[in-house]
């Protein structure tokens, strides 16, 4: 008896050595997945924040040292082509450089200011999802940030032994072949310090392009484009894209009675891939300058909504293009964020704690730690860990 006694001792105290064994490791494995998950958001979003607004050698206006009283100005494309892509198409074929980013700050209802599918500016695909609690919809209060950068190399100009026309160039390779890979109907982005020109163009022999525009829109010359000039054309079809990062929800695979929310990817008008699992909050500020130089972090909606008056030097036209000059109005400040500031709240995904109860803080709220009660996703909060991810991340092509 005393034998079977101390026997069932022993039994229980390894069943709850197990027990608190098996507890701890889905502990420690629902952190470390957590830690990995928010390392990689952030270089994978860094990645695409820092190309933001990529002009051909210089994003600043050679200009600015004229304006240098109001800050330094960016330089504008010019476009011969209509284009459907959130740039916006005026009489004057300028493309002003606030329509590169654009935030969109969202409420517990879902409801986003600037309005996400709005052209130009937003994202006008129709690819990113209204918010809602199902699979497939975008979680309530999680901002959405849209971006336009170009994603591959340029190709030099070679005017070597061809000096450039008002109409064809010569460049230094096939353009054909990698990096641009240029096909009859792509349009081309050619560009240099002092101006960039989007076009259409269509391969010649020799490694020539002939320029052309759409029907109804002014041409331009391209007798500038020389080697010396760091001049150099890129795929502006196939290599400028409109990307957006939202939170959206699916259903568990493990549990389809339960959804997650994701970070998602979305490029041009494709289908929106899954960056990684359990971020349940995204939240966007944008490190603007101010024309009396000061500078400050500010939400989608105040970064457009600021007052015209704060905004620095408008975009200068090369003096060449014989065009109107642009001025500031609504968004102007769009034009000289330097930084963007992310916070994301990441959780383990699958129950990793046995308290329900478990705090967690997320600055974007303030500094007292929340109870996970309710979430704003309103999806089940489940008994996971939580933490924070933060991180600044400059856009080179907007800084000097």
Request: hydrophobic fraction near 35%; charge should be negative.
């Amino acid at each position: 008896m005393i034998a079977m006694l101390i026997g069932l001792i022993l039994l229980l105290a390894l069943t709850r050595i197990f027990a608190n064994t098996s507890q701890m490791n889905i502990a420690q494995n629902g952190l470390a997945r957590l830690q990995e998950n928010g390392r990689f958001l952030m270089q994978r979003i860094k990645s695409d924040i820092e190309n933001v607004g990529f002009q051909p050698c210089a994003s600043i206006s050679m200009e600015s040292p004229r304006y240098i009283d109001q800050g330094f100005a960016v330089k504008p494309f010019y476009t011969t082509v209509q284009l459907t892509n959130g740039l916006p198409n005026n009489a004057d074929q300028l493309i002003d450089p606030q329509y590169f980013l654009r935030g969109h700050e969202c409420d517990i209802d879902g409801n986003c200011l600037p309005a996400i599918d709005v052209s130009p500016g937003g994202n006008p695909y129709g690819v990113v999802p209204g918010a809602g609690t199902s699979a497939g919809s975008r979680a309530y209060l999680t901002d959405v940030l849209t971006m336009r950068l170009l994603k591959s190399r340029g190709v030099l100009i070679d005017d070597t032994g061809f000096k450039s026309t008002d109409t064809i160039v010569k460049l230094a390779q096939d353009p054909t072949a990698k990096p641009l890979l240029l096909e009859s109907g792509d349009q081309i982005l050619i560009g240099n310090c002092y101006k960039s020109l989007i076009a259409n163009a269509t391969v010649q022999p020799d490694n020539k392009l002939s320029i052309t525009n759409d029907s109804g829109l002014n041409p331009a010359s391209v007798d500038w484009a020389s080697k010396s000039s760091m001049t150099q054309v890129y795929n502006f079809t196939k290599h400028y894209e409109t990307v957006s990062y939202y939170v959206g929800l699916k259903t568990d695979p493990s549990s389809p009675n339960n959804l997650i929310s994701s970070l998602y990817r979305v490029k041009n008008n494709e289908t929106p891939t899954e960056v990684a699992e359990g971020v349940e909050r995204f939240d966007v500020f944008y490190g603007v300058k101010f024309a009396d130089g000061t500078s400050a972090y500010l939400t989608a909606n105040e970064v457009q909504t600021g007052l015209v008056s704060s905004c620095v030097t408008p975009p200068v036209p090369p003096d060449d293009l014989s065009i109107n000059p642009m001025y500031n109005g609504t968004g102007c400040l769009w034009r000289s964020v330097f930084a963007i500031r992310v916070h994301m709240l990441l959780n383990t995904i699958y129950n990793s704690t046995a308290d329900a109860q478990e705090t967690y803080v997320y600055s974007v709220d303030g500094s007292t730690p929340q109870v996970p009660t309710t979430i704003p996703s309103q999806i089940n909060p489940r008994k996971m860990y939580r933490r924070e991810f933060v991180q600044t991340i400059s856009l080179n092509s907007l800084n000097l």
